[in-house]
Structures are given as C-alpha cells and as structure tokens.
C-alpha cells in the first residue's frame, strides 16, 4: 500500500472529489481499482471505505488517502495485512 493527496500532481484536480463522487476525507478514504466502492477494509484495526481509483487497473495495490503531502510521503511504502468486507 502506499498514500496519496488531493494535489494536482498526483490527480490531475485538486478539488478533493473522488472517483465515486465523494469528498476524499482521512482516516476514511482509501483508492483501490479491483474492489467495488463502498467495500469496507480492515488495515490495523482501522476501517476505510473504498472511494477512489487508481486508475492503472491494479489488481493488489491500495492507496490511503492523506490531507497533507508530507504525511503521505512520510507513509511511503508498505505491506500490511488486509481484511476485506465485501
């Protein structure tokens, strides 16, 4: 897993819209292209809902969505074990 934000970089806007239609928010926001949306996950005890996109096709990656850039680049690159809710 790794981190995004709402930056123009990273998305291309910087509204903060997901691809769902929701207003990406941490501690709740995760993207992920082979889980349905709404799907809730399980990452240290922590529930996040599926709301965005990579937009790659990525079939075991999940991005965890973080207000400020620093925080999500201090995040970086991780494995975790994750439960899903389907």
């Known amino acids: 897993m790794t981190a995004y934000t709402a930056s123009v970089e990273e998305c291309g806007k ?9 207003k990406a928010n941490q501690g709740r926001t995760i993207a992920a292209d082979h ?3 709404g799907t ?4 240290d005890g922590h529930i996040y ?7 790659g096709g990525y079939t075991d990656k999940i991005d965890i969505y973080f207000d400020n850039y620093m ?3 201090n ?3 991780q494995q ?6 389907y």
């Open 35 to 37: 889980l349905p949306f």
């Open 75 to 77: 995040f970086g690159r």
């Open 71 to 73: 925080d999500a680049i």
């Open 14 to 22: 910087a509204d903060g819209i997901t691809a769902s239609g929701t």
């Open 80 to 85: 975790r074990i994750v439960r899903v809710y």
């Open 49 to 55: 809902t599926v709301e965005d996109r990579f937009g």
């Open 40 to 43: 809730h996950v399980e990452i």
